[in-house]
C-alpha cells in the first residue's frame, strides 16, 4: 500500500531533476499525477520514463491563464486536487547592478506569481487533508553573490508557507516547503554559465558542506513526498532543508 494511494497530485515543472523524482515517487507511492511544464516534448519524455499513473499538461506558471486552465483541467477530469508541489522556476544569476526590468519581471513572474497563483487556482478542487509543498532554496538565507532576484522569490515562497498556513490550516490544508541545497539538474545548464562550470561551482559548494558531496533530486523527492503525505499530519508551516548542512553549520 502506498503513502499517497489514490490521491490526485500536481506537480509543476515536472518534466526534469526535482520535478520528475518527485512524479516518479508519487506514482510509486499511488498517486495519479499531473505533470506540467513548458516544453511539450520534455513532457512527453517525462511521461514515457515514468509510465502509468502519470498524465502531461502544458502550461506556463508564469501566465494565470494557463495555470487556471491547468486546474479547470485537472478538478474537472478527477473531481479534486489533493497535492500540489509548486516546484517550476527558472534559477539564473545576474550580478546587481546588471538585471534589467525584464529579466527582474520574468523571475518574479515565474517564481513567485506562478507559484502564488498555483495555490490559489487549485484551492477551489482543494479538500480537508490537501498538501502544498513550495521548492524554495538554502538562497533564501544565504547571501550568494549574483542571486538578488532570485534569492528575494525564494523568500517570498518561504513567507507564503507562513502566510498560506494561517490561511488554509482552517480548511484542513496544509502548506509547508522543501529548501534544497547543491543538487545536480538540468537547472545548472541554465544559470548563465556552461554545465562543466555549473557542476564545477556545485563541486565547490558542496565541499564546504559538512555532508561533503551535493544531492540527487531522489533525496529532494524523498522529503517531498514526507511533506506530501499523512506522515507530516501535525506539520505545517515549515521549511524542510535538504542541503547535507551547508547552511546549518
Not at 101 to 126: H, Q, S
Request: charged fraction near 20%; glycine fraction near 12%.
Amino acid at each position: 500500500m502506498g503513502k499517497l494511494d489514490g490521491k490526485v497530485a500536481v506537480v509543476t515543472g515536472g518534466n526534469s531533476g526535482i520535478g520528475l523524482a518527485t512524479a516518479h515517487l508519487f506514482q510509486r507511492e499511488g498517486a495519479t499525477v499531473i505533470v506540467t511544464a513548458r516544453n511539450q516534448q520534455r513532457l512527453e519524455e517525462s511521461k514515457a520514463a515514468v509510465g502509468e499513473g502519470i498524465e502531461i499538461f502544458t502550461a506556463d506558471v508564469g501566465h494565470v491563464d494557463q495555470i487556471e486552465a491547468l486546474f479547470e483541467h485537472v478538478g474537472n477530469k478527477h473531481g479534486r486536487v489533493d497535492i500540489v508541489f509548486a516546484n517550476a522556476g527558472l534559477g539564473t544569476l545576474s550580478p546587481f547592478d546588471m538585471v534589467e526590468e525584464d529579466y527582474f519581471d520574468r523571475m518574479i513572474t515565474v517564481n513567485l506569481k506562478g507559484a502564488f497563483f498555483c495555490v490559489r487556482k487549485a484551492l477551489p478542487w482543494m479538500k480537508e487533508g490537501g498538501s502544498v509543498i513550495f521548492n524554495t532554496s538554502i538562497a533564501n538565507t544565504k547571501g550568494y553573490p549574483n542571486s538578488s532576484v532570485y534569492s528575494a522569490t525564494k523568500s517570498g515562497l518561504r513567507s507564503l508557507a507562513r502566510t498560506l498556513t494561517s490561511e488554509l490550516l482552517p480548511r484542513g490544508i496544509r502548506v509547508n516547503a522543501v529548501s534544497p541545497g547543491i543538487v545536480i539538474t538540468p537547472m545548472f545548464g541554465k544559470l548563465g554559465m556552461s554545465m562543466e562550470e555549473g557542476e564545477a561551482l556545485a563541486q565547490s559548494m558542496s565541499e564546504a558542506a559538512p555532508i561533503q558531496r551535493y544531492g540527487d533530486p531522489q533525496e529532494i523527492a524523498s522529503t517531498v513526498l514526507f511533506l506530501a503525505s499523512d506522515e507530516s499530519s501535525f506539520i505545517s508551516g515549515i521549511e524542510v532543508v535538504a542541503d547535507g548542512g551547508l547552511s546549518q553549520v
